[in-house]
Each structure stands twice: as C-alpha cells, then as structure tokens.
C-alpha cells in the first residue's frame, strides 16, 4: 500500500467510524479510559466502540446496564485531598519522598506549575506550554527544573488526539523524566489492592506514554521517560504519603499494542454488517431517541470477550457479563479457566463433557479427558 | 452522650429499631445544642479568658471527638471520624466534614470544635488567643475585618507568600479564631475590587504572588507591603518559602518558650509537619526515616551521575519490585500485586512521624532552624536571583494594580486550584 492509499484507506475508516458513532460528538479518551484499553486487548467490541469515540457509558445506560463507576463524593474529596497534602507548599511531600527513594539531591527543589499560566486558557494553549517548558527543561541539562505540575500531554487515539490532564508531576532527575502518580488507594504493611495497583500502574503507563511520544516529536531520545513510575499512596491509614517505584514497561508494551490495533481497527469494522450504528443521538427529551432493542442488536454484532476484570474497566461490563451469562459462556469464569477450557464454550458443554453425557468434538479430546480426570477426582473428594 | 450512645449500640444489638431511632433522635438533639453551644462559645471567645487553660482544652476537645464520631449516625460519610483520629492533613483545610455542609453554625461548630485533625487547634485558640492576640486587634472576632486581620497576622509571621491551607494552619498554630479556606478566597477577591475601585484606600492590601508570567500564583496569598521581590515565585521560592516558613515558626516557637509560654499543640504539629519535610532533622534525632530497604539513605547521593544510564531508577529501585514486571500473568500489574509478599517494597515507616506528632514536645525549634536554614543556604542565591528578574520585569510591564494582583486575575479568581 502506498501513501496515498493508506491515507485513503484511514479516511474510509474515519468516516465509516463516524457513521458507527452517529451524529454525536466523539468522545474525548481521558486517561482513565486509555488506561483501560489495555485492561482487555482482546474485546473487538470495546476497540470498535472506543476508536469511533462512541460514549461506552451513555451506550450502557441506555442499554439498561449502567456503568457501576463513578467514584463517590468522599472518595473524590479524600483523593483530592491526599493530592493536596502531597504538593501542599511546593510538593515539599513528594520531595521528601523522592530524596528517600531516588537520592534526589537537596539542589534540586525547583518546581514549576505547568497549568498556572494566568486566565483561563484552553487545553490546547496549555498543551503547547507544557511542550514549551518541557522542551526547554530536555533541552537545558544540567539547568533545568525539577518538578513539572500539572502538565497536559496528549496522546493520538484512533485518529482522535485526547489531551490528558494528568495529576501528576512530571520530575526531571539526571537527565530522566519520572512520571509520579498520587494515589489516594492505602498501602497497608507494605501491600496495596491487587487490582487498584494494576489500574494505578496501567494508568501512569498512558502519561509515560504521552510524556515518550511528546518528546520524540520534539527530537528528544524517548528514552530519556523512565518507564518507572513513582507512584506514591497514604500508608497504613495514615495519610501520611509513601512512594515505591513501579515498572510498567509491561503495561507500555500492551498499550502499545492496543493503540496501534486501534488505528488498524478497520479490518475489524469491514467485518461489521454495512449499515451498523451505535447513535446515541438526543431526543427532545435528552436521552437516546433510538429504542434500546436496536442499540443492543447493534452493540452485540460486534463481538465481545468478556472477562471478570472488565468489571472494573469497561462501562459496559454488566451488558457484557449478562450476554455471557445468558450464553453460558465459560469467559464469566474468568481468563484463566476459559483459556484452561480452550475450545469449550459453554459451562453446559464443559459439564456435560466432565460427566461423559457429551460426546467430545474434534480437537476436544484432550480437554475432554482433563474434564472427566476432574470429575472423577471430585466425586471422589466429595 | 456516652451514656446514650451505649444504649443505642445495646438497642441495635437487640434489634430494637423503634428504641434504637428515639434513642438516635436524642442523642441527635444532645448534640445539636452541645453544638450551638460550641458556637456561642467560638464567636466569644474573649469573654472566655477568665477560666485557666486547660478547662478549655478539655471542652472542645471532647467535642471533637464527639462531632467526629457522631458523623455516621447523621451523614453517609463514614471516613471522618477515621481521619479525625489520625494526625491528619486535613488540620491544613476545612477536612471532609467541614465543608460538606452548607449550615453555617454547623460547619463552624464543626470547624472550630471538630475539624478533623484540628484535635484541640480550636481549644488551644480559645485559651491562647490570650497569650498571642493582644499584639493583634482581638475585637473583630470572626467578622470579615477579623479575618483580614488573622490572615495578615498569619503573613507577617511567616513573611513569605503562602498558600491558604496554610494560612488557615498557621492561624490556628497563632491561636486565633479557626479560619475556612473558603472565607480566605472570598477576601481575596475583595481585596483586589477594593483597590481597583479606590486604590491605596487601605494601608495595605491582601494581594497576589506573581509568576515568571506575571499573573498571579494560583493560590498564593501575599501582603502588598512586601518587596515585588517577595511576591515573586520563581522555580525555588515554592521551596524557599516552605523553609522560610518553617524557620519563621520555629523561632515563633522558640520565642514563646523564652517567655515562658507554653505552645499550643496545633503550633507543634505545624512544626513536626514542617520538619518532616526537611532533611537533617529525623537524622540529628537518632532516626534514620524510615527507608531502610533503599540501597541508599536520603542524600546518600547528593552528585547526580551527569548523563550515566539511568541515575536514579535503577539505583533507588527497591528491592521486591524488581523483577516483578517480566512475571508472567495476565492480568496482574507488576507490582504490588498478589504475589509480592513480606519482602514487599513499599518502605516502612517507623513510626518517628508519630512520635513527633503524639510528643508533647515535637521537634527541636532549634534544629528545625538550623536545618532548614542548611538547605535554603542551597536555593538562596539560585532563587533570589530568578524573583529579581521577575520583580524588574514586573516593574517595567505592569501599572500598579497589576503589580498587585497579577494580569488576567479576574478570570483566575473564579478557578480553584487544583
Ligand atoms: S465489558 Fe464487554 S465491551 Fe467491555 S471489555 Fe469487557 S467484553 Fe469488551
């Protein structure tokens, strides 16, 4: 494929995206959402959703499936103020934390607030400023400042450039950004919730991938982003502020990965049934003029993998835990059974292989064997 | 209130939910009136002075305790009693509990008896309003002009620009009568309409801190007497001043003490906070801080490695992490997930924080001052320089109003900080 063609090729896919979407405008990706794209790399309805912008969380509500996020008021007033302790009088907090952790020397305490720039200014004015500065500190060696406040990075989604305004600091030391994200999940003897860690560690991977492609625009060496994120969390219900350094070069690479597949996503659109449509566009009365029967044939054309983490990822999980509940499917098992049960798609099917009142399939003989193995170990035990 | 609290948790228990409700509905009442109470007391607090200190400690100290552990019975707020009993943040700004609320007298009853973390800040202003007010004008009260007053007492302690949090900190460590982050915003913007309507009408002016732009500092509180110098913030002063200011607290301190004054404990938590922050203090106390699975202590490298591969990352890597990133597994994050155990890589404080915060004593005003003093030696030259060039930028682009409030502060005062 040559240039033009390609070109050719994506503007197909962005106007076909569109009609996907309909006539509502695309929603902005927050960090949150970016985060959560490499939470379940393998759901064709999640990728098609997301790379026409379509509003998951409208489309669930509408659905009859809200969404179960949105965190509660006090947990936005603890996280705020946790965030608040922390940079309170020029992140004397975090720089305690990072001469702890990263022998941060004393010299270096200078502090900068990308976002005060004065007025009201637009994402797009404060982005060009976080460049500007961020340029300069690249640039500046031994000179440059130390922590960056409030930078607003943007990264490129399915032909769509979501401005990220994370509220994190971006921390200059030796030559190497680190990304540090405030947390206000508590770390209880030295352990954090699996599952927040993982969104914690997912979510400072999109900023380490921002802060990387930022930099590679501007001539930098990308690598000069550490991908170890400086996550910092209240400990032991103290509030009192902990940082531990946090590899996400895993997390990186499967972003990566899901982004680019985002921006291929047409091969999975071809596929879709020609006058396919997700629109949410308002009634009179503000909500969806589209019967909800219609929206769910559509959102089930395409096809889903649902897993027990979308729970805490995906808006639409409870539509996609029901689907598969009503289809038996053995994904409500979770990953690692389904994958264990590779080739058997049901819980019905499974169980009836395990008591032998199903005849195994091609390929299902192994699988068969192990289910009947169980089952005989079972009657046993029990 | 005890009593009655015991009598519902045994009603509960029972199942009793008609007894349980009345019970609830009197202690409710109980406390409604020790609140109002509360208030009264807090709005006159001069005509308090005749009873010795530590009856007035004991009040409001009590109230704490009580407004904080009543909150689950009267909102869905489960956490501010949790975070009342800790030595919190929140003493810095109205917590959680405070501004929730839009009653009034509730939120100052909360405020002044109940902040969490404010544990006897309030109680201590009562009695101590004696001991430091009579160089301040005590007759205001909590009107606007006394909290105009409070806020520049605050200022002038300190000399340096600050932040309302901690202003409001600072206040209740100075005694006075508890102020609301909200009530500082509201006097703010008052003060610039008050100057561009009448300019030099008052002698001075609660005004803004300017940044290297010349707008001003989101956030930042300052005193229009103080050198354009002063109120510029250049990459260090956010650190300078957080050192000034505790250096400026500690000899507060120290000088309460050579007068044979006893400060309050908000005034000793302010400073262990404060210290916390500074390197050289837990140290001198025979702590290290706590890190000790780090490869190095705090300023074990004081060189950064000019352009070595990965200074920093590699070096202060805590043990356990490592390694964690290339475990197989699908789902799981590379750290603190399921598998990490004991070893596990968060530090652990030892606990010298809380020991500063429990003490009576708290740390040092000395060594606060000397270490402090150590590290700004650092900054100064660094920082002095960057304000004078933003002062003389100032100074040649701003007429004087600007000069004061920073360009496009009016769309400014309208956002919070974040
Ligand atoms: S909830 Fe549904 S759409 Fe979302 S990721 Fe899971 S399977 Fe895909």
């Not at chain 2, 009543?70 to 489960?78: F, I, K, L, N």
């Not at chain 2, 001003?216 to 002063?237: K, M, N, Q, Y």
């Not at chain 2, 507060?252 to 906070?273: D, F, I, N, Y």
């Amino acid at each position: 494929m040559n240039k033009d063609e390609a070109k050719e090729r994506r503007e197909v896919d962005l106007d076909r995206l569109d009609r996907l979407r309909g006539a509502v405008p695309p929603r902005p990706h927050d960090a949150r959402a970016i985060a959560a794209l490499a939470a379940n790399p393998g759901c064709a309805r999640r990728s098609v959703l997301d790379a026409a912008g379509i509003d998951k969380d409208a489309t669930a509500t509408h659905l009859g499936f809200p969404a179960p996020f949105g965190r509660s008021p006090f947990a936005i007033t603890r996280g705020n103020a946790f965030e608040a302790l922390v940079k309170e009088s020029g992140c004397a907090e975090l720089l305690r934390l990072l001469r702890e952790l990263l022998g941060l020397p004393v010299a270096e305490a200078a502090y900068t607030d990308l976002g005060d720039i004065g007025g009201d200014p637009s994402a797009h004015l404060r982005h060009a400023h976080t460049r500007t500065l961020l340029d300069r500190a690249a640039r500046d060696g031994a000179g440059a400042g130390t922590l960056y406040d409030h930078p607003l990075l943007r990264l490129e989604i399915a032909g769509q450039s979501a401005y990220l305004e994370p509220d994190v600091v971006a921390f200059l030391h030796g030559g190497r950004f680190h990304i540090v994200e405030i947390k206000s999940f508590a770390v209880i003897d030295g352990q954090a919730e699996p599952d927040k860690a993982a969104a914690a560690a997912r979510q400072a991977a999109v900023y380490v991938l921002a802060l990387k492609t930022m930099l590679e625009e501007l001539g930098h060496d990308p690598g000069r982003v550490a991908h170890d994120v400086v996550l910092v969390c209240p400990e032991n219900f103290a509030n009192r502020p902990a940082a531990a350094l946090v590899d996400v070069r895993r997390q990186l690479a499967v972003l990566r990965r899901q982004l680019a597949r985002m921006t291929r996503v047409g091969t999975l659109v071809d596929a879709l049934p020609p006058g396919l449509t997700f629109d949410l566009a308002p009634g009179d009365d503000g909500v969806p003029g589209r019967p909800a029967a219609e929206l769910r044939e559509a959102v089930r054309a395409v096809e889903a993998r649902y897993a027990p983490d979308c729970l805490s990822t995906c808006d639409l999980c409870f539509f996609c835990r029901d689907e598969a509940a009503g289809q038996e499917s053995t994904d409500l098992l979770g990953r690692q059974v389904r994958d264990a049960l590779g080739g058997v798609a049901t819980v019905g099917e499974a169980l009836g292989l395990a008591d032998g009142s199903r005849e195994p399939g091609e390929g299902q003989e192994e699988i068969a064997r192990l289910l009947r193995l169980a089952d005989r170990m079972y009657a046993e035990l029990s | 209130m005890d009593a009655l609290r015991g009598e519902i948790r045994r009603a509960v228990r029972a199942r009793e939910s008609v007894l349980a409700r009345s019970l609830r509905a009197e202690l409710r009442r109980a406390e409604h009136s020790w609140q109002q109470e509360l208030t009264a007391r807090d709005s006159a607090p001069v005509e308090e002075h005749g009873a010795g200190p530590e009856d007035r400690h004991d009040a409001p100290g009590t109230g704490r305790a009580q407004t904080g552990r009543s909150a689950p019975d009267t909102s869905d707020e489960p956490a501010p009693h949790t975070l009342s009993d800790e030595p919190a943040p929140h003493a810095l700004g109205d917590g959680p509990a405070t501004h929730a609320l839009g009653d009034r007298a509730a939120s100052r009853a909360l405020g002044g008896g109940g902040a969490p973390g404010a544990r006897g800040g309030a109680a201590a202003g009562v009695w101590r309003a004696r001991v430091v007010r009579p160089g301040a004008t005590g007759r205001e009260g909590a009107s606007p002009a006394g909290v105009r007053e409070q806020v520049c007492q605050a200022l002038t302690l300190i000399g340096v620009p600050a932040a309302a949090r901690v202003v409001v900190a600072l206040n209740a460590a100075l005694g006075a009568a508890p102020l609301r982050s909200a009530q500082i915003a509201v006097l703010r913007r008052d003060e610039e309409r008050s100057f561009r309507a009448a300019p030099h009408a008052r002698p001075y002016y609660m005004c803004a801190a300017l940044t290297d732009r010349l707008s001003a500092a989101r956030g930042l509180l300052a005193l229009s007497t103080w050198p354009l110098e002063r109120r510029a913030v250049g990459p260090l002063s956010p650190r300078v001043d957080f050192l000034i200011t505790a250096i400026r607290l500690a000899e507060h301190l120290a000088r309460m003490a050579e007068a044979g004054e006893r400060p309050s404990p908000a005034a000793h938590r302010l400073l262990s906070r404060l210290a916390h922050n500074i390197p050289g203090i837990g140290e001198r106390q025979g702590t290290s801080n706590g890190y000790p699975r780090t490869r190095h202590g705090p300023g074990g490298r004081t060189e950064r490695d000019a352009d070595g591969p990965v200074p920093g990352g590699r070096a202060g890597r805590v043990p356990g992490a490592r390694g964690q990133g290339t475990t197989p597994g699908p789902t799981t994050a590379s750290w603190p997930a399921a598998g990490v155990q004991a070893d596990m890589s968060w530090p652990v404080s030892d606990g010298e924080p809380d020991r500063f915060a429990a003490g009576s004593d708290g740390p040092d005003p000395a060594a606060v001052v000397r270490a402090a003093r150590a590290e700004l030696e650092v900054h100064a030259a660094g920082d002095a320089a960057a304000r004078a060039e933003i002062a003389r930028r100032a100074r040649e682009a701003l007429p004087e109003a600007g000069r004061l409030f920073g360009v496009a502060t009016t769309t400014r005062a309208a956002r919070r900080p974040r």
